[in-house]
């Protein structure tokens, strides 16, 4: 089926052929697994998983509403699987995080505007000095004349609040792995595959805070072409090795 007939409207909203689940889903697929992962590596990670292993049980033609509920669920459990896989996360954990909050990979992410609005000034300031003016961690502390310790821990507490006010759970004052979490947001901000390491539950909720920042940055959450045109080859030569089960304290 060619690229023109593929784009067309779907008639009937039934899919028919594999190239159109392809291009209506990749990008809401990976888009959501970039805003709850935060970085280009792994969400590319789990939009291979979710293609990969749902295009075989695709048994169309179907209704569009049946394959785009297959999609959700299917990138739900890659989501989880990083997590769980990579960070420790309990599987309840995340079972009772994405009921309200990630089974929607068609709904847009929330503005960098909504998530930063609700912080108070100084939290608000370290917030958009890390992921908008790229600031490390020491030049905040610079500025704001406090310890680097201490601007790690301020930044803990904004990621802390974004991740309440997202209906993750309050705001609780675990600062023990702030230095885990400032090293984190420095490979996210960087683009580098963030170190693994096990979180606890407060620093999952401020992980995931700024997952979700990060991927509200314009422009941040696109894949790149290279990668699109990977994944269109794995349908052609048959699949591609596992990409989960890299231990904690690793980049793989």
């Known amino acids: ?128 000095l890390r992921f908008l003016r790229r600031r490390t961690v020491n030049q905040i502390a610079a500025q704001l004349d406090v310890s680097p310790p201490a601007a790690a821990i301020l930044i803990f507490k904004a990621l802390a609040e974004i991740g309440a006010e997202m209906g993750f759970g309050p705001a609780r004052d675990d600062f023990s792995q702030a230095a885990e979490v400032a090293t984190f947001v420095d490979d996210l901000v960087t683009r580098r595959r963030p170190l693994r390491f096990e979180a606890t539950p407060t620093s999952f909720q401020a992980l995931l805070a700024a997952a979700c920042v990060h991927a509200a940055i314009a422009g941040n959450d696109l894949p790149r072409a290279r990668f699109v045109r990977s994944l269109e080859e794995v349908f052609n030569v048959g699949g591609l090795p596992a990409v989960f089960g890299a231990p904690a304290n690793s980049r793989l």
């Open 1 to 128: 089926m060619g690229q023109a007939a593929a784009l067309r409207v779907l008639a009937g909203h039934t899919y028919r052929d594999p190239v159109q689940v392809f291009n209506r889903c990749l990008m809401p697929v990976y888009q959501t697994s970039y805003r709850w992962t935060g970085n280009r590596l792994d969400a590319e990670d789990v939009t291979t998983w979710v293609f990969v292993n749902e295009f075989t049980r695709l048994d169309l033609p179907r209704p569009v509403p049946a394959v785009d509920d297959q999609l959700i669920e299917a990138t739900v459990r890659a989501i989880g699987r990083h997590w769980t896989e990579r960070y420790g996360i309990s599987s309840l954990r995340w079972s009772a995080l994405h009921a309200g909050e990630v089974a929607a990979p068609w709904r847009s992410t929330l503005s960098l505007r909504a998530l930063l609005d609700p912080l108070p000034g100084e939290l608000r300031l370290v917030t958009v």
